[in-house]
């Protein structure tokens, strides 16, 4: 399990996120293609953590962070998605023609 | 020696599992199956974390992604047109530009890793890492400690502010538009 390994893995993820990101038009899919990016994010922390900063706690801490951040954008992605099922009855980007409302 | 062995196998498994589960997240018909594939992509890097020494990290992860991941399936169940992938389809749009952004994405952040100089610093065996993470969450970073837990209560209350009822110009079911700016023009749309 070389770090490079794991950097390669990290960067698959990343890769498969901004696809998914990109492409997806279903607003839960969009979503998981975010979540993957930050997987992908996590992943590359955690091992230049424990292979390139000895271990350091704060290291840690920041990988809570970025937990704390995928709660945070999962949240807010459904109380969006709800809002605009709402008021539009849109479940994909294309229905979505403009903001205001 | 076999203990290594047995590391890397581990890893491999997790590692082709995690990226073969992401993949397949985009690319199966039912979105509730989605939902799975993507908690076993992230099944998988929690199963790397805890290898990489970061025990509670990876348990965190596994744990708040299985809660994270029913309930994104309660959601498409809810929201989503066949979220059971009765029919086959494919909901994408600018599909190739997004797969080469996805490429090179992948092709740049692969070089960086393979080629960038890391420093060769590894943890101290044997690594108390949950213990000293819980010495540091309750010490010197108690404020990002807290700063984070502040940052979900309010998400939490933004969350059902956005996906109440209660629109921001009445109720949300009956449009809620906006109010004309005099009282006998036509609402502005």
Same mark, same amino acid.
């Given at each position: ?28 899919? @969009? ?11 996590? @992943? ?58 | ?23 397949r ?28 020494? /970061? ?7 596994i744990?708040?992604? /299985? ?8 959601v ?5 047109m +066949?979220?059971?992938?009765? +029919? ?6 600018? +599909? ?15 070089a ?31 404020l ?27 109720? /949300? ?8 700016l ?8």
């Amino acid at each position: 399990m070389s770090t490079e390994a794991v950097l390669l893995v990290a960067a698959a993820l990343f890769g498969i996120g901004v696809y998914g990101v990109l492409s997806q038009q279903s607003f839960v899919m @969009l979503m998981m293609g975010l979540e993957l990016l930050i997987n992908g994010a996590l @992943l590359a922390l955690v091992v230049l953590w424990a292979r390139a900063a000895g271990g350091n706690p704060q290291g840690q801490m920041l990988g809570i962070v970025f937990m704390t951040v995928m709660a945070v954008e999962m949240t807010l992605g459904f109380a969006l998605i709800t809002g605009v099922y709402r008021v539009r009855r849109a479940d994909i980007t294309e229905k979505l023609r403009r903001l205001k409302g | 020696m076999i203990e290594g062995t047995l590391v890397d196998a581990a890893f491999w498994l997790f590692a082709i599992g995690s990226v073969v589960a992401g993949f397949r997240v985009f690319r199966t018909d039912s979105m509730v199956r989605a939902a799975f594939y993507l908690l076993a992509s992230f099944a998988g890097v929690g199963g790397i974390l805890v290898l990489l020494g /970061a025990e509670f990290l990876g348990m965190v992860l596994i744990l708040m992604m /299985a809660g994270e991941m029913l309930v994104m399936a309660i959601v498409m169940v809810m929201f989503m047109m +066949n979220p059971a992938g009765l +029919n086959p389809m494919t909901m994408v749009h600018q +599909n190739r530009t997004a797969a080469a952004a996805g490429l090179a994405a992948f092709v740049v952040l692969a070089a960086v890793g393979l080629l960038g100089p890391f420093p060769d610093h590894p943890v101290p065996e044997p690594a108390a890492a949950t213990e000293e993470l819980g010495i540091e969450l309750l010490g010197d970073s108690m404020l990002v400690f807290q700063t984070a837990g502040v940052a979900l209560l309010s998400t939490m209350i933004g969350a059902i502010v956005i996906a109440g009822r209660k629109g921001r110009y009445g109720i /949300a079911d009956d449009g809620s538009e906006e109010p004309p700016l005099q009282p006998d023009e036509e609402p502005v749309r």
